[in-house]
Nanobody
Framework: QVQLIESGGGSVQAGGSLRLSCTSS????????MAWFRHAPGKERELVAA????????SYADSVKGRFTISRETGKNSISLQMNSLEPEDTATYYC????????????????????WGQGTQVTVSS
C-alpha cells in the first residue's frame, strides 16, 4: 500500500512563508508524477502545483505563480512546496498526490485521475 505523508503545515500571518513536505517510498518517487492540491471549505479542490517524475517540468495554478515552488528531493524520497508571500486566500488543507506519468516530462492536470493521496495538512494564513 502506498503511503504519502505530508508535514509542514501550520498557521502564519499574511506575507509569511511555509514549506510543506511529502515523503513516501523510493518506488513512488522514482516512477510517479507528483502534485499538491488544496481544498478550502466552500471551494472546489484546486491543483496548486505539479512536477514530472523526472523533475524537469513543473506547472502552477495562476493563483500561486511566482509565490510557490514545487521541487523533488530524490535523495530523501520527498517533494516539497515552498510557499512564500502567503495570503489569507491560501488557507486550505493541502494534499500531496501521486499518479503514474504518461512520459518523463508529463505533469498532472486538474482533470487527470490521481491514484494516491496523502492525508492532508492544514495551512492557515491570517490577515
Amino acid at each position: 500500500q502506498v503511503q504519502l505523508i505530508e508535514s509542514g503545515g501550520g498557521s502564519v500571518q499574511a506575507g509569511g512563508s511555509l514549506r510543506l513536505s511529502c515523503t513516501s517510498s523510493a518506488r513512488i518517487f522514482s516512477k510517479y508524477a507528483m502534485a499538491w492540491f488544496r481544498h478550502a471549505p466552500g471551494k472546489e479542490r484546486e491543483l496548486v502545483a505539479a512536477i514530472s517524475w523526472s523533475g524537469g517540468t513543473t506547472s502552477y495554478a495562476d493563483s500561486v505563480k511566482g509565490r510557490f515552488t514545487i521541487s523533488r528531493e530524490t535523495g530523501k524520497n520527498s517533494i516539497s512546496l515552498q510557499m512564500n508571500s502567503l495570503e489569507p486566500e491560501d488557507t486550505a488543507t493541502y494534499y500531496c498526490a501521486a499518479t503514474p506519468p504518461y512520459g518523463s516530462e508529463w505533469v498532472p492536470r486538474p482533470e487527470d485521475e490521481i491514484h494516491w493521496w496523502g492525508q492532508g495538512t492544514q495551512v492557515t494564513v491570517s490577515s
